[in-house]
């Protein structure tokens, strides 16, 4: 089966299509891919709506606004919580994706001290009570990237949420739906996705994508030193890797 050269971009907990950063214009520059993206219900271009309780739900949001025609095939590349609404996708219209690929994602079925770090816990309920835009994405930031400069990041990550705000209890809404999402069995997925995950991950432990990866059969791609957002840590990086791989999978 060949690459398909339309891709839905989906992004995880609290985050939209603008903290994606450069990462879709580069894969329309150098795979020649038409980036679509679709954020998902409450956040982002649907930031006034309320999030579902599950990921089914959102999954069945998302197909609604599909711009594409019913028939026209197309990949999914998602991040995080967004990689659990792939999983969800992938058994649902398993003859149009025809590819997905998974970064640092998870399901209910791993261990939970390896979905959510402890030491997020905290810092995590620190933002939600935080009234303050700057410190509680500041504490996103601190969480999410290894990078040793964050200034430029904090102001762009700043201006979104000025642009389009998050409301607390989407947020919450969003982690009830994660906690509870179970990966399908293997018989249910008819196209293998790829999985890609941050050693360096101090959210998410990379050991849930190997987990997955394990269960499905399926690729799994390793960062030796990115944080959770491999989108922003590392994208050229990210960018070589789905070129790599997925050329090797048409």
């Known amino acids: 089966m060949s690459l398909p050269t339309q891709w839905i971009f989906l992004r995880g907990l609290s985050r939209e299509q603008s903290h994606w ?5 580069r894969c329309s520059e150098v795979l020649d891919w038409h980036c679509i993206h679709l954020d998902l219900p409450g956040f982002g271009s649907e930031n006034t709506r309320t999030s579902p309780l599950s990921i089914a739900a959102i999954r ?10 019913n028939d026209e095939p197309f990949g999914i590349i998602a991040l995080s919580l967004g990689g659990m609404v792939a999983l969800d996708w992938l058994t649902a219209e398993p003859q149009r994706i025809h590819s997905a690929v998974l970064i640092n994602s998870s399901t209910a079925d791993c261990p939970p001290y ?5 030491n997020n816990i905290w810092s995590i309920l620190q933002s ?13 930031l601190g969480m999410v990237s290894n990078l040793d400069d964050l200034a430029e990041h904090l102001a762009d990550w700043c201006r979104i949420r000025q642009l389009r ?18 990966s399908p069995p293997k018989s249910e ?7 890609i995950a941050s050693r360096g991950d101090r959210m998410v432990s990379w050991k849930c994508s190997e987990r997955l990866a394990e269960k499905y059969a399926a690729p799994l791609i390793l960062h030796d030193n990115a ?24």
């Open 21 to 25: 950063g450069a990462l879709p214009q």
């Open 114 to 118: 390896y979905r959510l770090r402890p």
């Open 227 to 250: 944080g959770h957002d491999l989108a922003l840590d590392d994208p050229e990086w990210l960018l070589e890797q789905l070129q790599q791989h997925l050329a090797e999978r048409s």
């Open 165 to 182: 705000p998050v409301r607390k209890h989407n947020v919450i809404r969003q982690l009830l739906a994660a906690a509870r999402y179970r």
């Open 189 to 195: 997925i008819a196209q293998t996705p790829v999985f």
């Open 60 to 69: 069945r949001d998302l197909q609604t606004r599909n711009p594409l025609k």
């Open 128 to 140: 939600l009570g935080s009234r303050s835009i700057k410190q509680q994405e500041r504490r996103i």
